[in-house]
Every structure is written in structure tokens, then in C-alpha cells.
């Protein structure tokens, strides 16, 4: 049977399998997409059923139940499951995480590519951009972005324009800012690292050879430099998909990030205020399940930097 070939899938996947951490980081990571896509389609089937999903069920009378075989994680102060919302959440995590790294891997690559490939005026206005948004404290960007939308404070075309956007994916005007907020900060560091490759591409005989051809500039950028830059991606989406979980977390936790849709930082928001009176489940629940999605995303993102371009973790 023929070897892997270096860089293809198949390599990545067989070098993430051989290594005992790497590979349980991986198995991690797959599960709780999973979890995300079955949390989605429930979403959709109740909300398309008229019916309301089992983790925003509640019943006054049995809020703050401690953990026990019928509640596994306890109950919250409306009376709701905490282990179904924790569930819940890590649907809302992985939504925002990959929507949010999805737009930032985007605006990083298009720009950096530019940027990179016809150098003089676009490289000094993608600089000059990316050199901005450097200069700004990302997470009160990202708090007052969050504010102006779910607020309400935008004008009256973009709200509505935004309120389509947020009805099209299931989501409410809080997670909506948390999308673009996180996606409108994050493609700095992914700029400059395309940019900078794609001015060592922009020099190959392959690149000089199309370019004698006449080939149009952006056919050579997309069919020929853009293919040599996806190992950068995925390093660069593993470990930003890390960041936006923490981000929405936070946000969420400081009231100005998701507003329906069940968020760990929500809960670790109403949590804390029982833990005086030691009501620790809903905070240790939704902690954990952040945890055990950040912490593997990490080493994944660590490993697959070592076997994709290792002279990014000498750097």
C-alpha cells in the first residue's frame, strides 16, 4: 500500500491517530461537533414542531435540585436540566466558534493573498488595515460591537439587515454580534502570516511561469497560490476556533452575547450567584464542558502546527 503523501489528509489524519494525546484530542473534538449537529437539528425540529426543546423546560418547584439520577447535573434556579442545557451550550459553542473562525479565516486569507501577491499600494492599505484593528483592544471591540447590536443601537437598515441574518441561522441578535465581532478582530494574525508566504509564492517558477502566460492575476492567486496556503488555515482555524468558545464565554457571561439560545457563559453568570449557598452544579457543568472543548482544541491546534509547518512553533 502506497505511503501517505505529506500535507494530504490522509497523512494529517494518520500522523493526529498515531500519537495517544493527539489522537484523543481529535476523538474529543469529533464528538462534540457531533453533539453540536444533533443539539441543531432537536433545535430546528422544535422549533419547526411548535415545541418547546427539553432543555428550556423548567418548573418552579423543582429549581435548584442537586444532581441525582433523574436531573445528572442538577437543576437551575427556573427549574430547567442543567446537564441539557450544559448540552445545549456546547451546540451554541461550536456554532459560534466555527461561524466566527470561518469569517476570520475569510477576510485573513483574501487579504493576506492580495496583500502579498500585488505588493506597492493594496500591500500598504492591507498593512495600514491590519495594523489598525492590531492597535485595538479586541475584546472591548468585540464587547461594544456586541452592545450596538443586541441592543438595538445600529440604524435601521443594517438591524434589519442583521435581523434577516439572524433569522436565516436560527440564532438570536446577541449571537449574531458575537459571530461578527469575533470574525471582524480575528484575521490579523492569519494576514500576516499569508501574506508574508504568498510573497515567497508570488517568486516560484510555477507563479512566474503562469504569469508569462498572461495568465489573469487572480486566476494564478486562486489556482495556484491559495492551495499552498491551506495548511495554514487549518492551523490557523483549529486554534481560533479555541479562542472564539472563550470569547462567547466571556461575553455571554457579561450579559451581551447570547440571549435565547442556552450559553455556558449564561450559566456560569446565573450559577455563581448560588455558590455562597452551595450551589456549585450549574457553574462546575457548564466549566467543565468549556474545558474539555478548549483544552483539545489546543493540543490538536499544537499538533497539527508540528506536523503541518514546524517552523511556526520554532517562531
Not at 481529535?26 to 462534540?32: A, E, H, M, P, Q
Not at 492597535?135 to 450596538?148: G, V
Not at 448560588?274 to 482544541?297: D, H, I, N, Q, S
Amino acid at each position: 500500500m502506497a505511503a501517505a503523501v505529506p500535507g494530504t489528509l490522509r497523512y494529517i489524519l494518520k500522523r493526529i491517530l498515531c500519537g495517544k494525546i493527539s489522537c484523543a484530542a481529535f476523538i474529543i473534538v469529533v464528538l462534540y461537533l457531533l453533539l453540536s449537529c444533533g443539539m441543531e437539528i432537536y433545535a430546528y425540529h422544535c422549533a419547526y414542531s411548535g415545541i418547546d426543546p427539553i432543555y428550556a423546560k423548567g418548573n418552579m418547584s423543582m429549581n435548584f435540585l442537586p444532581p441525582s439520577a433523574e436531573h445528572w447535573f442538577g437543576t437551575d434556579y427556573q427549574g430547567r436540566d442543567v446537564f441539557w442545557r450544559s448540552l445545549a451550550g456546547a451546540g451554541t459553542a461550536v456554532k459560534i466558534g466555527m461561524s466566527a473562525s470561518i469569517i476570520s479565516a475569510v477576510i485573513g486569507v483574501i487579504l493576506g493573498m492580495l496583500a502579498g501577491y500585488f505588493g506597492k499600494w493594496v500591500d500598504d492599505l492591507v498593512v495600514w488595515i491590519y495594523s489598525t484593528f492590531a492597535s485595538m483592544p479586541t475584546l472591548l471591540f468585540i464587547l461594544a460591537f456586541a452592545l450596538l447590536v443586541s441592543k438595538g443601537f445600529l440604524f435601521p437598515p443594517a438591524a434589519e439587515l442583521l435581523k434577516k441574518f439572524a433569522n436565516v441561522f436560527h440564532a438570536d441578535m446577541g449571537m449574531i454580534a458575537v459571530y461578527l465581532g469575533i470574525g471582524l478582530t480575528g484575521w490579523v494574525g492569519l494576514c500576516q502570516v499569508v501574506r508574508a508566504e504568498t510573497m515567497k509564492l508570488r517568486e516560484t517558477g510555477y507563479v512566474l511561469a503562469a504569469k508569462s502566460m498572461g495568465f489573469n492575476p487572480f486566476k494564478i492567486i486562486f489556482r495556484h497560490i491559495m492551495p499552498n496556503l491551506f495548511h495554514l488555515v487549518i492551523i490557523y482555524f483549529t486554534m481560533r476556533f479555541a479562542y472564539s468558545v472563550m470569547t462567547e464565554v466571556i461575553v455571554s457571561y457579561l450579559g451581551l452575547g447570547v440571549e435565547s439560545a442556552p450559553s455556558w457563559g449564561v450559566m456560569i453568570s446565573d450559577g455563581q450567584e448560588g455558590l455562597w449557598r452551595g450551589l456549585w452544579w450549574e457553574v462546575t457543568a457548564a466549566t467543565a464542558l468549556m474545558f474539555f472543548m478548549v483544552l483539545p482544541l489546543h493540543l490538536l491546534g499544537d499538533y497539527l502546527r508540528d506536523i503541518l509547518d514546524p517552523r511556526l512553533g520554532e517562531n
